[in-house]
T-cell receptor, first 114, second 112 residues
Framework: NAGVTQTPKFRVLKTGQSMTLLCAQD?????MYWYRQDPGMGLRLIHY???????AKGEVPDGYNVSRLKKQNFLLGLESAAPSQTSVYFC?????????????FGPGTRLTVL | RKEVEQDPGPFNVPEGATVAFNCTYS??????FFWYRQDCRKEPKLLMS???SGNEDGRFTAQLNRASQYISLLIRDSKLSDSATYLC?????????????FGAGTILRVKS
């Protein structure tokens, strides 16, 4: 049981390049989330999904797209990377969206955009 | 005003000390509350949920004051392994999509 995994762990991009971050969970969780974490700021929600085939915008969705074609996978895409997207990206999942449900996080992807 | 505010610290304490963190939240309708722990360059992990009646887990005690809209975490008999960033987390509720709102974190450093 690997929990939540993220690929890649590190990446350096040039401005304007594109990339996809992959999140996978083997806990059969319905809900998945993408966050970014920047120094001095809390985790901010980018997009989330309440089930296979569904996605919704979070607090900071601009410049990102997501897809949830399979229940266990949640992809985050950057179509044209900008230096402002330099950050640590965390994926998380939870069994339901109940108010006291724990979110389980992946190890993070450190992205630098030059 | 940030939705969830914490003193960033760092709190530098000796082993064995008792340390307390506070956190305030702006949405009075918030429904659930948590403390997560994040080690350096690692992912956040749930430390404990915070209930209205207060709750304790070993050396850790969490309190919620809905009237004043603040949450506290007390750590007794601090260990070196308690050194981490502690994130205060609030769920504003169903009408906000049950999405968690994270504070920026409080850094704790326990020294021998």
């Amino acid at each position: 049981n690997a929990g939540v995994t993220q690929t890649p762990k590190f990446r350096v991009l040039k401005t304007g390049q594109s990339m996809t971050l992959l999140c996978a969970q083997d806990m059969n969780h319905e809900y998945m989330y993408w966050y970014r974490q920047d120094p001095g700021m809390g985790l901010r929600l980018i997009h989330y999904s309440v089930g296979e085939g569904t996605t919704a915008k979070g607090e900071v969705p601009d410049g990102y797209n997501v897809s949830r074609l399979k229940k266990q996978n949640f992809l985050l895409g950057l179509e044209s990377a900008a230096p402002s997207q330099t950050s640590v990206y965390f994926c998380a999942s939870s069994p339901t969206r109940g108010t006291y449900n724990e979110q389980f996080f992946g190890p993070g992807t450190r992205l630098t955009v030059l | 005003r940030k939705e969830v505010e914490q003193d960033p610290g760092p709190f530098n304490v000796p082993e064995g000390a008792t340390v307390a963190f506070n956190c305030t939240y702006s949405n009075s309708a918030s429904q659930s509350f948590f403390w997560y722990r994040q080690d350096c360059r690692k992912e956040p992990k749930l430390l404990m949920s915070v209930y209205s009646s207060g709750n304790e887990d070993g050396r850790f005690t969490a309190q919620l004051n809905r009237a004043s809209q603040y949450i506290s975490l007390l750590i007794r008999d601090s260990k070196l392994s308690d050194s981490a960033t502690y994130l205060c987390v609030v769920n504003p509720g169903v009408e906000y999509g049950n999405k968690l709102v994270f504070g920026a974190g409080t850094i704790l450093r326990v020294k021998s």
